[in-house]
Structures are given as C-alpha cells and as structure tokens.
C-alpha cells in the first residue's frame, strides 16, 4: 500500500521560510512523478512543484518560481519543498501528490495523480 506522509508545515512571518518533506513508502513502481499541490480556502487545488524519475527540469508554478524550491532523495521516493520569501498569500493547505509511470506534466499540468497525502498546513502571517 503507497503512503505519503507530510511534515513541515507551521505558522511563518512573511518573508520566511519552511521546508516541506514527503515520505513515500510502498512503491513498486519503475517511474513516477511525486509533486507538491495547495489549497488555499475558498480556491481550488493548485500544483506547485513537481519531479518525475523520468529526469527532465523540475515545474514550478509561475507564483512560486524563484522562491520554492523541489529536491528529492536519491530514489525519489522522498521529496522536499523548501519555500523562501514566503508570502501571505501562499498560506494553503500543501498536499503530497505521486503519479504512477508519470512525468512531472502528466502530474502537475494534468493533475494525473494516483496517491495524495493527508496535507500540511502552511500559514504565513505577521
């Protein structure tokens, strides 16, 4: 059975950061693509970063690129989101998302995922 189990998240001051890690466990998979999602309230869920084992350049949303940051372990099958210069409005619940046999497109553009975790909350405010 594939778990994802988030941790990291909290309150920050604008300007701040977190980092985010998710542990996959289960896989028996050959590829994958594992990526970092968020609701805010009120909004839908939205993709934030993702990687594949396919290789390739990480995604990264257009709101977030230049402050977050994805990386992973060396099997990919645990996978960190360090967020800097954090912004009110990236206050969200942050979700672990993985895609079977999928690219980081099929992930995040498509929102092809197969397992979510259980979510982390990430407040930022003064």
């Known amino acids: 059975e594939v778990q994802l189990v988030e941790s990291g998240g909290g309150l920050v001051q604008p300007g701040g950061s977190l980092r985010l890690s998710c542990a996959a466990s289960?896989?028996?998979?050959?590829?994958?693509?594992i990526g970092w999602f968020r609701q805010a309230p009120g909004k839908e869920r939205k993709a934030v970063s993702c990687?594949?084992?396919?290789?390739?350049?990480?995604f990264y949303d257009h709101a977030v690129n230049g402050r977050f940051t994805i990386s992973s372990d060396n099997t990919k099958s645990t996978v960190y989101l360090q967020m800097d210069s954090l912004k009110p409005e990236d206050t969200a619940v942050y979700y672990c998302?993985?895609?079977?046999?999928?690219?980081?497109?099929?992930?995040?553009?498509?929102?092809?995922?197969?397992?979510w975790g259980q979510g982390t909350q990430v407040t930022v405010s003064s």
């Open positions: 289960g896989f028996t998979f050959d590829h994958w693509a």
């Open positions: 990687i594949s084992t396919y290789g390739g350049d990480p």
């Open positions: 998302a993985v895609g079977v046999g999928a690219s980081w497109s099929d992930l995040c553009i498509f929102e092809g995922a197969d397992y």
